[in-house]
């Protein structure tokens, strides 16, 4: 069996090929263009999560790497279909400036922690279970995984309606109204979820 540090060069080309994704998918929330959003997230998290499942039918999942693989194969297309869809919108030219630099860092520096500590929330798990149960174990691990990415993507849905108009009142002050929309998120992204996790709990075996 593969050692853990033997699949970091993976997870760091997993990284790289889901950058153009994660960038164009801010592109299409800010610009409302849902569908494809749509179709750049289905591919992504629903052509694996379909993959998967039928090789782990098929018995054809036998270590980690298997589905790292899948997974790289899946957001490279996820990636390169949301660049092709979003190639009018995409400035190819490096443009530097001070005072914008120091704008997007003061607007995005929240956005910056949180989205840090959510990728290492998401992403610790993987390292304990090899730690605790071996490398094989976190194969298994993996697949289950995925029928847990609805919880992602409800918060990205409620994302594509709530990022534009934070950045519009975030940039008019009006910081009384953003106050109103985070809370409302916030409680209607609670009230979706709680049940769910209450349901899971009572039917899991």
Same mark, same amino acid.
């Given at each position: 069996?593969?050692? $853990?540090?033997?699949?970091? *060069? ?6 790289? &090929? ?14 409302? @263009? =849902? ?41 490279? !297309?996820?990636? +390169? %279909? ?36 959510? &990728?290492?929330?998401?992403? $610790?798990?993987? %390292?304990? &279970? *090899? /730690? +605790?149960?071996?490398?094989?174990? $976190? ?13 992602? !993507? ?7 309606? &709530?990022? *534009?108009? =934070?950045?519009?009142? @975030? /940039? /008019?002050?009006?910081?009384?109204? $953003? ?23 009572? +039917?899991? *075996?």
């Amino acid at each position: 069996s593969a050692a $853990l540090p033997n699949l970091i *060069p993976s997870l760091v080309i997993l990284v790289i &090929v889901t950058i153009p994704r994660v960038v164009t998918s801010k592109i299409f929330q800010m610009r409302f @263009h =849902t569908k494809n959003l749509f179709f750049v997230d289905l591919i992504n998290f629903g052509g694996s999560s379909i993959i998967i499942t039928v090789f782990a039918f098929m018995d054809k999942l036998q270590t980690a790497s298997d589905v790292i693989g899948i997974t790289i194969i899946t957001g490279a !297309v996820s990636s +390169f %279909l949301s660049v092709i869809l979003a190639r009018h919108d995409l400035s190819w030219w490096l443009r530097f400036s001070k005072p914008m630099l120091k704008k997007i860092f003061h607007f995005t520096r929240y956005q910056t922690a949180t989205g840090s500590v959510h &990728v290492f929330q998401q992403n $610790l798990d993987s %390292l304990l &279970v *090899p /730690a +605790f149960l071996g490398v094989e174990a $976190l194969a298994n691990y993996q697949v289950a995984k995925f029928f847990f990415k609805g919880f992602d !993507v409800l918060r990205d849905t409620q994302g594509i309606f &709530v990022f *534009p108009a =934070t950045s519009k009142y @975030h /940039a /008019a002050g009006d910081h009384e109204t $953003l106050k109103k929309i985070i809370e409302k998120a916030t409680s209607i992204l609670y009230i979706l979820m709680i049940p769910t996790c209450i349901v899971l709990i009572i +039917f899991a *075996p």
